[in-house]
């Protein structure tokens, strides 16, 4: 499958922007990661095509919504909120095999070997 990013930008902390994945293909679950320089990637987010099951990490919890359009087939990530912090590169990655199981990624974690197809990234600053 090809996914496509868009949405990224630069914006002032306190900001919200959304970024969106655009799929061709049959997928299982798209899952969002983000990558700062000089960090490893983070699995941040992920959704199930089938029944819509989310997944959040904590860094993002309560301030990022992820949802999904299967008409479309495109999965959005919904970022309020944005700190400095927030400031990386944002992937979205699919797998047609992979199940978002949010009580096992909780301590689990959701990384990047657990799906096939990535985006070629958009960028995220947050700046004042």
């Known amino acids: 499958v090809q996914l496509v990013e868009s949405g990224g930008g630069s914006v002032q902390p306190g900001d919200s922007l959304r970024l969106s994945c655009a799929a061709s293909g049959f997928y299982n679950a798209i899952g969002w990661f983000r990558q700062a320089p000089g960090k490893e990637r983070e699995g941040i987010s992920c959704?199930?095509?089938?029944?819509?099951?989310?997944y959040y990490a904590n860094s993002v919890k309560g301030r990022f919504t992820i949802s999904r359009d299967n008409a479309k087939n495109t999965v959005s990530l919904r970022m309020d909120t944005l700190t400095p912090e927030d400031t990386a590169v944002y992937y979205c990655?699919?797998?047609?095999?992979?199940?978002?199981?949010?009580?096992?990624?909780?301590?689990?974690?959701?990384?990047?070997?657990?799906?096939?197809?990535w985006g070629q990234g958009t960028q995220v600053t947050v700046s004042s």
């Open positions: 990655a699919a797998d047609s095999m992979f199940y978002c199981d949010n009580d096992y990624l909780q301590t689990h974690k959701m990384v990047s070997t657990d799906f096939t197809s």
């Open positions: 959704i199930n095509r089938s029944d819509g099951t989310t």
